[in-house]
């Protein structure tokens, strides 16, 4: 349950503004530590999920160092192995990025056929409605391994 509502809360706030806040990854951990220490998530083990969160720190780092992706991205994907370990990790990321590689394409091709004009870039407050699709603005890239996360939540772990 804690991991599908840090889910829901990471598809808004991705969508809309392009950020994973830290309190919303810091409350879903401090979720799992109450839930861990009151033995209501016995599964995975706390040896997977440490492996999960370190293979999502480990994969997602250097592409953030090269800029390639945001902090937040890194952050949730390691929050993420936290909740599923490495097996949920790997489904997330696979999902996640093929709706990244999806959202990439789609915005490619519609900067192809709208004038220039129309790429300016929103505030990064501006909300989903009022947002323009564009590259310039970036992926949601955690709202996607969001999804992965709830497939694999989905489909019973």
């Known amino acids: 349950m804690i991991a599908a509502l840090l889910c829901a809360a990471t598809l808004y706030t991705d969508f809309a503004y392009r950020r994973v806040p830290n309190l919303l990854l ?12 009151a033995g209501q998530a016995a599964e995975p083990s706390l040896a997977a999920r ?17 800029g390639r992706m945001a902090a937040g991205d890194v952050k949730f994907l390691t929050v993420a192995g936290l909740f599923t370990g490495p ?5 997330a990321w696979v999902v996640g990025s093929l ?10 091709a519609l900067a192809r056929r709208t ?5 300016a870039l929103p505030s ?8 323009r699709f564009s590259l310039a603005r ?3 890239y955690a709202a ?11 489909a019973g772990r």
Do not use: N
């Not at 810091?26 to 220490?37: E, F, K, T």
């Not at 097996?87 to 489904?91: D, I």
């Not at 004038?115 to 790429?119: L, Q, V």
């Not at 996607?144 to 989905?154: D, E, H, K, N, S």
């Open 87 to 91: 097996q949920g990790l790997v489904v």
């Open 115 to 119: 004038p220039a004009a129309d790429h």
């Open 99 to 108: 709706l990244g590689l999806v959202h990439a394409l789609l915005a490619l």
């Open 138 to 140: 970036g992926i949601p």
């Open 50 to 66: 440490l492996v999960g969160a370190g293979l999502g720190l480990a994969v997602t780092l250097p592409v953030y160092a090269l």
């Open 144 to 154: 996607y391994l969001a999804v992965g996360v709830l497939a694999w939540l989905a």
């Open 26 to 37: 810091a409350i879903a951990v401090l979720a799992l530590g109450l839930a861990l220490i």
């Open 124 to 131: 990064q407050d501006q909300p989903l409605p009022t947002a």
